[in-house]
């Protein structure tokens, strides 16, 4: 079993709609959460991290987790064409080593 | 701006050479990291440096090598002995502190083996 898993997609939605992007994770270790964003070709680009369970907001972006669940999720409000791109979750256990776990990133896609 | 830069951005090599890609990074971050993307494997952890002078393997050091000589270089090696080496390569560096633990990276590097 993967530490984190994250479905690939392709997700495709028209503009204006609410995105909900999803991971799973299996070590209860894990603290720190963060969301990138990468557009083609280019490097991924922080979006947000949160600390432990709850809620953060963003502008049009949420981060949501819930430990309970080992489930954490980003929501992106009146999804627009430039919100395009591949997004990545990634995990952190603040341990020595200070390693970080990554889904595979889903693919999203907001049509005009 | 503080960032991490990566060079060459695009990179083309012949079977049998070595070649190096470039890391710099002016976050005054301790630690880095090197990670290769390939499509639908998400990132994978070549190697990474806590600190200088000292770095440890990731998942899929085989064929690569590193160098840790200053805090703001980290340069990765594509030896000839890496398989299948045509991938996308990302540097990154973390501030090493309890406050606040995130990854920022550079905008990678594309290998292609001809």
């Known amino acids: 079993q993967k530490e984190v898993e994250q479905d690939p997609g392709p997700l495709s939605v028209p503009e204006g709609a609410i995105v909900s992007l999803n991971c799973t994770y299996s070590?209860?270790?894990?603290?720190?959460f963060m969301w990138y964003r990468q557009y083609s070709r280019k490097g991924p680009e922080l979006l947000m991290y949160?600390?432990?369970?709850g809620n953060k907001e963003d502008g049009r972006f949420t981060a949501q987790v819930d430990k309970s669940s080992k489930y954490i999720s980003l929501f992106i409000r009146d999804s627009q064409p430039s919100d395009s791109a591949t997004y990545l979750c990634?995990?952190?256990?603040?341990?020595?080593?200070?390693?970080?776990?990554f889904g595979t990133g889903t693919s999203l896609t907001v049509i005009p | 701006d503080g960032g991490i830069t990566q060079s060459p951005k695009y990179l083309f090599r012949k079977e049998g050479q070595n070649v190096t890609l470039s890391c710099e990074q002016n976050?005054?971050?301790?630690?880095m990291y090197w990670y290769r993307q390939d499509p639908g494997q998400g990132l994978r952890l070549i190697y990474y440096?806590?600190?200088?002078?000292?770095?440890q393997k990731g998942d899929i050091a085989e064929g690569y090598s590193v160098s840790r000589e200053k805090k703001e270089s980290f340069p990765l090696t594509v030896t000839s002995a890496q398989k299948n080496p045509t991938a996308f390569y990302l540097c990154?560096?973390?501030?090493?502190?309890?406050?606040?633990?995130?990854?920022?990276f550079g905008a990678g590097s594309r290998l292609t083996v001809l």
């Open positions: 990154a560096s973390s501030r090493f502190s309890a406050g606040a633990n995130v990854l920022t």
């Open positions: 070590n209860s270790a894990f603290q720190y």
């Open positions: 949160t600390y432990s369970s």
């Open positions: 990634a995990m952190d256990r603040l341990a020595a080593g200070n390693q970080f776990y």
């Open positions: 976050l005054n971050h301790d630690a």
């Open positions: 440096s806590q600190i200088v002078n000292d770095f």
